[in-house]
């Protein structure tokens, strides 16, 4: 089911979608922001979550992606940790500390189970390795908005 075509705050036309489940009941599709300073990387993340998610933004640091999320009030932010200005972590934080009631997947290179505590602490429910995003990313998006946590299963030292 298809509704009005809007224009986010990037100047992008949105499909304001629905879905049905088991035919009864129809749910929004959930809302999306991508934040990573790297733009082959957004694309991924974008083309991953295509079928099932709207892509609302995008941001290229933490800085902005703090700004996009407390205007746009996406249901998920996916989150790279290594980004200038503000890390992904830091973000997070902030996020945090301003009570948003966006969840936090993150997207990233680091394996280290200190990263997943650090993620973990500043209040994401979600951690995929970039390495497995094609595989982790959409499951780790359906656990995060039934409030469940999700580590990407393949992660070397996790």
Not at 140 to 154: H, K, Y
């Amino acid at each position: 089911m298809e509704g009005p075509i809007e224009s986010d705050v990037c100047g992008q036309a949105t499909l304001e979608r629905s879905q049905t489940l088991d035919g009864m009941n129809t749910m929004p599709v959930p809302r999306i922001l991508i934040a990573d300073d790297q733009e082959e990387m957004v694309q991924a993340i974008a083309l991953t979550l295509a079928d099932e998610c709207d892509i609302i933004g995008t941001a290229e640091d933490g800085k902005r992606a703090i700004e996009l999320a407390t205007q746009l009030f996406p249901d998920i932010l996916v989150l790279d940790i290594s980004m200038p200005l503000v890390n992904g972590i830091e973000a997070a934080w902030r996020l945090k500390r301003l009570a948003s009631p966006t969840r936090i997947i993150f997207v990233t290179v680091h394996t280290d189970p200190d990263f997943v505590e650090a993620a973990r602490s500043a209040g994401a429910l979600g951690y995929v390795w970039k390495e497995s995003l094609a595989r982790d990313l959409a499951p780790a998006v359906r656990a995060v908005l039934q409030g469940n946590r999700f580590t990407s299963p393949s992660m070397p030292s996790y």
